[in-house]
């Protein structure tokens, strides 16, 4: 009987994060669980479960959310600071405007308490496509030189290459030189376990080749154990980096963000959001079902 509700909870997570994957991924260029302090701007727009702290500005090249937000936050908009929603985007909040709100192009404020659920929709879909993707063994690697190429494998009608990377193999590096070969989509499962929790990007290495601004909507970089994040040179790519810190200080990224929270964003996130492989709704099915079933044994 246990099993069965277990099976009830697994359908009902996949109506709710299932129904349409893909258009998270593409909706939200920044989505944060809990803070983000920022001095920069979001050049799609952006989902944060907390407060927002910093002058900053978001829908800066279009609205990407199909609900016309530009900008929702869960908690508050913190004082003392100037916060612009451009391109008509919305403004929508569940908590205080304590600072300086400007709709640019005629977006509307609107009060919502249920932003909580938007955010946990959309984390729950990111963690399950990172739980997916991490299943995936390696089909390229990086040489001593930080040549990457790789064969593929087939995810939803699409070409695939898969590394596995660990902050031993990028430390000393002066480049990440990717050849995205006959691959639709990269996904690079990078596992900072042996770092401490700490995945570094500060450069070098630099990515060059095809980690491109154009290539960036097919690039996924997930994140795998790991608590922070620190970047301070141009990224190409989506980061799926569910449970971590991000430290953004400089270059920016070209790409979708999830993450846990960011304490340091002095450095835009660019429009090129996430377009590449993505799961069926069975396919995520499964990766929520056995999550269930591994917290009721944990439970039990």
Known sequence: MRFTNTLASAAILSAIAGTAVADVFSDWNLVVRNNLSITSEVDGSALIGGSVFGTSNYAVQGVTSSTGDGLVVGGNLGAGSNYQINNGGNLRISGAINGNANLN??????????????????MLQASNLSTYFAGFGATGSIDNAGNMSASTVAVDAQNVAFYSVTQADITGLGQLNLNFGTADTVVINFDAAASGGIANFNAPPNLI???NQNNSTRILWNFLNTTQLNINNSFNGAILATDAELNLTGGGINGSVFVDTVATMNAEIRRQTYTGAVPSPSSLALVTLAGLISARRRRA
Do not use: K, L, Q, S
């Not at 609107?110 to 938007?118: A, L, R, S």
């Open 209 to 211: 080749g095809d980690f």
């Open 105 to 122: 192009g005629g977006g509307t404020t609107i009060v919502d308490p249920t932003v909580t659920n938007m955010v946990n929709n959309a």
